[in-house]
Structures are given as structure tokens and as C-alpha cells.
């Protein structure tokens, strides 16, 4: 049995009050965008959210 590929992340939340978009950027300009839907989302109890995706 074959299974789409999938992608994880787990997101930290952000701080109230720490607006500085000075950061630096994950992806270089211009790559492509690929479009994804969520299959399924948790939060654990310090607020960070485990996100898994697969291609739309």
C-alpha cells in the first residue's frame, strides 16, 4: 500500500508584543509555492501546535 508523502511541523506560539519582521526569512524569494491541506492538528499544553499536511 502506497501513502501520499506527508509534512510535520510543530509551531512555537509567538510572543504578545515581539512584532520584528527583522528575522530572517526560511525560504529565498521566488522559490515556488506548493499548496497544502491540513490532515489533522494537536496542541500540546505550552501552546505549540504539531501540524501535519499533505500536498492539495
Known sequence: MRTSPTARRL????????DDR???????EGIAQVPLKLLKSAQFA???LHLTYERA
Request: aromatic letters at 6%; charged letters at 20%.
Open 22 to 28: 527583522s528575522g530572517k526569512r526560511l525560504f529565498e
Open 46 to 48: 505550552t501552546g505549540v
Open 11 to 18: 509551531t512555537a506560539p509567538a510572543r504578545p508584543g515581539c
